[in-house]
């Protein structure tokens, strides 16, 4: 039997930072921010919004018309910077959304964390019978660890806010294909935030730049990484989507270059992916943004095969194609993509 995705939603915070601060404020051209960056604008949460509670937005919506004690799973797949370091998320989200018969846990693998977590989730449904209905949700506030005023990681200023949740069901007509995931660690230690973990404890008191994303070897990685990720990208999409046509590519948030130079590799249209300079990077939930827009502006058709695609630090490479046959964003789930 195939797994389907059901629904999917996303809930973005009102407040947007627009290109010309960023410009300001990392003394760069405007043009700079806007077209090498590809940042228009993009989403930022207030200092009350924390990650747990754009998870739980993004899931009430996913959620609207289904009982919560039909939810066996729930999987926090939002970033690892949330309310309190070293705490169960995932936890704290199902008592918010009352899931009285789910158990939940914590899944990271950065950037990646909804396109893996989709491929567990699948795995462990198709292990256990007793796990029939999967929400995989988290948030993330992942623009406050951009440091403008740090050049070395001017890649990470894309970095936004906001949350994420879809639905897997055992029945239905968006059943999931194709995976693979790519790791290469030899660039585990290239993007670290240096203060609050074990090297560099914030118990003595940390300098303000240790509390940002940075990297230490900026020349080194640039080197290494631009000689493996264009080809591990493609080689993952291409798994994913088995020989099949790619319809529509839900990619993550990269420069305007690398994501034209990705649909070329790869034989697709512009109009076959969604360029989020409007939005700007959130991490996970990237995907699932791509996706409700490519609802909301109709360029899906029955039986199209749709890859989601993402990178996450570390270095992990991530793809997982599904067969869209029914919309997964439902009712006013739309309105909060403008």
């Known amino acids: 039997m195939d797994i389907s995705l059901a629904r999917a939603a996303v809930w973005l915070p009102p407040d947007r930072e627009q290109a010309a601060d960023i410009a300001a404020a990392a003394d760069l051209p405007l043009e700079v921010v806007r077209e090498k960056m590809g940042i228009v604008r993009k ?22 018309d ?3 004690d039909s939810i066996d799973l729930l999987m926090w797949t939002g970033s690892e910077y949330k309310d309190y370091p070293v705490w169960s998320a995932g936890i704290y989200v ?17 950037c990646s964390s909804n396109v893996v977590g989709l491929h567990i989730a699948r795995s462990m449904m198709a292990a256990d019978p007793n796990i029939n209905r999967v929400l995989l949700c988290g948030g993330h506030r992942t623009g406050d660890l951009a440091n ?27 059943p999931l294909r ?19 973990g074990t090297r560099k404890t914030s118990r003595g008191g940390l300098d303000h730049a240790d509390t940002f994303l940075t990297v230490p070897h900026i020349g080194e990685m640039r080197k290494r990484l631009g000689e493996v990720s264009q080809p591990n990208f493609v080689k993952v999409i291409r798994e994913a989507a088995q020989s099949r046509a790619i319809d529509y590519l839900a990619l993550l948030h990269i420069k305007r270059s690398a994501h ?6 790869l034989e697709l249209k512009p109009s076959q992916s969604i360029y989020l300079d409007h939005f700007g990077h959130f991490g ?27 990178a996450g630090i570390g270095y992990t490479w991530s793809a997982l194609a599904f ?15 403008i």
């Not at 989403?43 to 609207?64: G, I, N, Q």
């Not at 899906?300 to 695609?309: D, S, T, W």
Request: overall charge negative; proline content about 4%.
């Open 43 to 64: 989403c930022r949460a207030r200092a009350e919004m924390h990650p747990s509670e754009m998870a739980v937005r993004a899931a009430r919506l996913a959620l609207r």
């Open 94 to 110: 199902q008592e918010q959304l009352g899931l009285r018969r789910a158990w939940a846990f914590d899944m990271a693998a950065r």
């Open 260 to 265: 034209d130079a990705l649909l070329q590799d």
């Open 148 to 174: 403008y005023q740090d050049p070395n990681s001017r890649f990470l200023y894309s970095l936004a806010d906001g949350g994420a949740a879809m639905v897997l069901d055992r029945e239905g007509d968006n």
């Open 66 to 68: 289904i009982d919560p």
């Open 178 to 196: 194709g995976a693979s995931v790519i790791t290469d660690g030899r660039f585990s230690e290239d993007v670290i935030i240096p203060g609050g």
């Open 284 to 310: 996970a939930p990237d995907q699932v943004l791509s996706l409700g827009l490519a609802e909301k502006e109709n360029l899906l058709q029955p039986g199209n095969l749709v890859v989601l695609a993402s």
């Open 323 to 337: 067969e869209w046959n029914r919309a997964v964003f439902h009712g006013e789930d739309t309105a909060t993509l």
